[in-house]
């Protein structure tokens, strides 16, 4: 499941914890050069109707942190609206309504899976979406933004080094790819055998050399 990040636009919270926000705008180009089409959401929101399946309120995309309902989720020509209530009975649903009203919360936050996505130039037009979950989340997008910067300078400071043949040791590189959402065995595995071998200079090394930078440029391009 991937996430995406808006900014929190909440009307109408009331003391008994029910809200209206948005939890997806569209039209916008996001930083990690995204943008989510209208009509993104239609086919999924159907689907939970004639279902009876829900879109799930997390706190911070955590499943073993339900703390309300989406009573009401539709499409409009901004975005993806909804109507959501907080429960109340919840410590932490409490605890995100005293957040709300302070505007300590700084967004929602989508869970999805892709399901159509088709590409213009360097824009990833998102065209239709399986809706899991929306989240309150604590940080807004440009702060996700500024830690993407952040991983994106040391992915290039790596791809750099190992060009120069001075490459980073085996350990910085795991680090890279967990910062980057690689599962810990996964990146273990990766670094541990096929740049491993390149950085000792094995007979294997300048193939696994250039596997190391198509994998680099499959991560910057999620």
Same mark, same amino acid.
């Given at each position: 499941?991937?996430?995406? @990040? ?37 086919? +999924? ?18 499943? @073993? ?43 929602? +936050? ?9 590409? @213009? ?44 043949? @001075? ?56």
């Amino acid at each position: 499941m991937k996430t995406k @990040d808006f900014a929190l636009q909440i009307k109408d919270l009331s003391d008994e914890g029910t809200f209206e926000g948005y939890g997806s705008v569209f039209g916008n180009v996001d930083s990690y050069g995204e943008k989510v089409l209208p009509g993104a959401f239609v086919a +999924s929101l159907a689907k939970h109707r004639r279902e009876g399946s829900t879109v799930l309120m997390l706190w911070q995309h955590n499943p @073993d942190e339900p703390i309300g309902v989406w009573e009401d989720l539709a499409e409009d020509s901004k975005g993806l609206w909804g109507k959501g209530r907080l429960i109340m009975e919840v410590q932490k649903a409490r605890e995100t309504h005293a957040l709300m009203k302070a505007k300590a919360i700084g967004g929602l +936050s989508i869970g999805y899976r892709e399901v159509k996505v088709t590409p @213009d130039g360097n824009v990833r037009n998102l065209e239709e979406l399986e809706l899991r979950e929306i989240s309150p989340v604590s940080f807004p997008a440009n702060r996700r933004a500024r830690i993407e910067a952040v991983k994106s300078e040391r992915m290039e400071e790596f791809a750099r080094r190992l060009r120069d043949g @001075d490459p980073m040791p085996i350990k910085d590189f795991e680090d890279i790819l967990r910062e980057a959402g690689v599962p810990k065995s996964m990146a273990v595995a990766i670094a541990s055998h096929g740049y491993a071998k390149a950085i000792r200079g094995e007979p294997e090394g300048e193939k696994a050399n250039d596997q190391a930078l198509r994998f680099l440029q499959m991560l910057k391009a999620d």
